[in-house]
């Protein structure tokens, strides 16, 4: 399979490359969205692609958005990718990747949930008793299922910066009192409904971060994507247990090739090897296929 490390449309203006998504103007209503392959760490584009990744992304958050529809309506306008490129190289760029979504406004946050205690949480309560200021009981362990999930917000960096958390009261002063508690109760209700049904397909969704957007009357969308191995940690069910954190289905297989070479998490990063990056592959598929069945 071809990776598709960027996307490179003749037929509509690009607007933006961010980590992984490029996107692109099709009308004042409607946008673009092309999942390339290319593979951020530690808030850094990688130069290796995964062959498949923006496939297996597009395939899980379509998944989800229908699943989920009930819960809050999302950004998918229903228009093939297809229909608004004009050339065969174009089509094939977005065939399978891409999205045509409709024009909303980002909130300035992110939407992070967490069930349970691993990854910088865990460093933060060892330290501080606490997960991004939230008190916890003493005495958990890695890995351990929180008392009940967590909402914790954090910025939204730009391409080489990195998020920083902050409080729900600094989320009700960024987006008003009502709207902060409508994002954190939508946060909370996707979170509890796909984990619970990600549970009876073997995964435990450990953690996940979503991204919203109101449109001109101020109604509230679920946008970018949703539930995939580059936004969330799945563990596979099988091999958890409390006190070690258990492998996962995402990007943390190059994560840890990138701390054992002693990277200094600073541009340009290193090129990843191809069995790494086929292991990262392998990882992405097995979520799918157990999620999913493709």
């Not at 496939?55 to 999302?74: E, R, V, Y």
């Not at 002063?173 to 939508?186: I, P, S, T, Y």
């Not at 969704?205 to 936004?231: M, Q, R």
Request: net charge neutral; proline share 6%; hydrophobic share 40%.
């Amino acid at each position: 399979m071809t990776a598709l490390h960027e996307s490179n449309l003749t037929s509509l203006p690009l607007l933006h490359r961010g980590k992984v998504r490029d996107i692109y103007e099709v009308d004042d209503q409607h946008l673009l969205i092309v999942q390339t392959d290319r593979l951020s760490a530690f808030d850094v584009i990688l130069p290796s692609p995964v062959p498949g990744k923006g496939q297996i992304l597009t395939s899980l958050s379509n998944f989800w958005f229908a699943k989920l529809g009930h819960i809050i309506p999302n950004h998918l306008s229903g228009i093939a990718p297809e229909a608004v490129v004009k050339t065969d190289a174009d089509r094939e760029q977005v065939a399978g990747r891409a999205f045509v979504v409709k024009r909303l406004k980002p909130l300035p946050i992110e939407a992070i949930v967490r069930g349970y205690l691993v990854g910088s949480g865990w460093k933060d309560y060892k330290k501080t008793g606490a997960l991004c200021g939230i008190a916890l009981p003493a005495g958990l362990q890695e890995a351990q299922k929180l008392p009940e999930s967590l909402f914790t917000p954090s910025t939204k960096a730009a391409v080489g910066d990195h998020d920083e958390n902050i409080s729900f009261e600094e989320v009700k002063k960024l987006l008003g009192e009502a709207r902060a508690n409508e994002v954190r109760n939508a946060t909370l209700a996707l979170y509890t409904q796909a984990a619970e049904y990600a549970a009876t397909k073997g995964i435990i969704i450990a953690d996940t971060k979503f991204e919203f957007g109101v449109d001109a009357s101020g109604k509230l969308y679920l946008i970018d994507e949703a539930l995939t191995p580059d936004s969330s940690r799945f563990w596979p069910a099988d091999q958890y247990k409390v006190g070690s954190n258990p492998p996962s289905y995402d990007k943390q297989f190059v994560r840890d090739w990138l701390e054992s070479i002693g990277w200094n998490k600073q541009p340009p990063a290193p090129a990843v090897p191809a069995d790494v990056l086929q292991k990262t592959s392998d990882k992405y598929h097995e979520a799918l296929r157990r999620l999913i069945g493709a």
